[in-house]
């Protein structure tokens, strides 16, 4: 997850460290604890998904963020405002 001063929003992407054959993957960018609305792309690809945007969190929020690679997921939150 990173910040996109251009468009003036988050990004997440979800990226396989050696890109190969067509696999599921999938990337989410929401917060917490209450959801404004999601942004997520998921699909069949052979080196990321993503990227997606979000506004910057309200005060009080939080962002969380996942990807899936495969059966592989991983989430984690923070940059809380």
């Known amino acids: 997850m990173t910040y996109n001063s251009t468009a003036g929003k988050v990004c997440a992407v979800t990226v396989r460290t050696t ?11 929401d917060t917490w604890p209450y959801s404004s609305g999601e942004a997520k792309e998921s699909g069949s690809f052979t080196s990321y998904a993503g990227p997606v945007y979000k ?10 963020w996942s990807g899936s690679i495969d059966i592989y997921y991983n989430s984690d939150n923070g940059n809380c405002t």
Do not use: H, I, K, Y
Not at 19 to 29: C, I, S
Not at 55 to 64: A, E, S
């Open 19 to 29: 890109p190969g054959a067509r696999v599921f993957m999938e990337v989410t960018l």
């Open 55 to 64: 506004d910057v969190p309200d005060d009080g929020q939080c962002l969380t």
